[in-house]
């Protein structure tokens, strides 16, 4: 087939599948096997495809039409003006959490140590040692396959004496976590575990689920790291969180109850609530 006769394809083949933006994947996943652009369906569109090209692309569109997300197909997510690898074991990077990302940033200064609670595939940690200079990261989960990822990460996204810097641990939260951070960060599991069920089938039935399950009202991790965390944070140490939607004044009470000060929640650019952050201080 010509390059646009495959393209029309994989459009159709989605189409018939409900795939929500069957065309841009149609297109995205022809370019990720044929190493082309967006350009090449103008120019090039009546160009013959090899045929072992042809081959993986309809076999990447059966998938897609069985709702496999398409970041899993490729193996890789743009983040943060990076690009980061994924597979099955670790949730999707999402624009949303770059809002966490920026509002660390803002507080994040050379030579800080941080620590990235629930950090799946890495891109939260790796960003922040990305774009600042000698911190110290250390990226915790439960998951060793995703630790796996992340892993792969490292030299994928810092350079080499940025890449001394990261590190990662098995742990289940704090269970094994020593020393004292300026910044704890953390995007855990959220959705309440009825509303995991109605989720798009990308998400609940190909990403993880430990990732995504908040357990009864979504609240449950947000109050252990809360509990715990101001144990690993120097006095005036901040703790930073992705949140839902509608979990700002919860996750904001639980951070006051726990006696951290200036809690402010932060709005993404849909103008909904996304980040809780607060300041540590040390009761006496």
């Not at 029309?8 to 994947?25: F, H, V």
């Not at 990720?32 to 090899?50: I, K, P, S, Y």
């Not at 996750?251 to 809780?276: H, N, P, W």
Request: contains cysteine.
């Amino acid at each position: 087939m010509t390059y646009r006769e495959c393209y029309e394809q994989g459009c159709r083949t989605l189409q018939a599948a409900g795939i929500e933006e069957a065309a841009l994947d149609a297109r995205l996943l022809l370019e990720a096997v044929c190493g082309t652009d967006r350009n090449d369906l103008l120019v090039h569109g009546e160009q013959q495809v090899a045929p072992e090209a042809e081959e993986k692309y309809l076999n990447w569109i059966r998938q897609r039409a069985e709702h496999i997300p398409l970041q899993q197909l490729t193996g890789e997510q743009g983040f943060m003006g990076l690009t980061f690898n994924v597979n099955e074991h670790v949730l999707i990077p999402r624009q949303d959490t770059e809002i966490l990302v920026e509002e660390v940033l803002k507080e994040l200064h050379d030579g800080m140590r941080v620590l990235d609670m629930c950090t799946g595939s890495g891109c939260i940690l790796l960003s922040l040692l990305h774009y600042s200079n000698d911190c110290e990261g250390l990226g915790v989960d439960l998951s060793a396959e995703a630790l796996e990822v992340a892993g792969r990460n490292v030299l994928k996204v810092l350079t080499p004496e940025k890449a001394e810097h990261a590190h990662f641990l098995q742990s289940d939260l704090f269970e094994k976590v020593e020393g004292k951070f300026e910044i704890i960060v953390s995007n855990p599991p959220y959705i309440a575990s009825a509303e995991v069920e109605k989720l798009m089938p990308e998400v609940r039935d190909h990403e993880p689920r430990m990732a995504l399950d908040g357990t009864e009202d979504g609240l449950y991790f947000y109050r252990r790291i809360i509990e715990e965390a101001g144990k690993h944070l120097v006095s005036s140490g901040m703790l930073f969180f992705e949140i839902g939607y509608d979990q700002g004044q919860a996750v904001s009470e639980l951070m006051r109850t726990e006696g951290y000060c200036e809690v402010q929640v932060v709005q993404d650019y849909a103008g909904l609530d996304r980040v809780v952050l607060g300041t540590y201080v040390e009761r006496n």
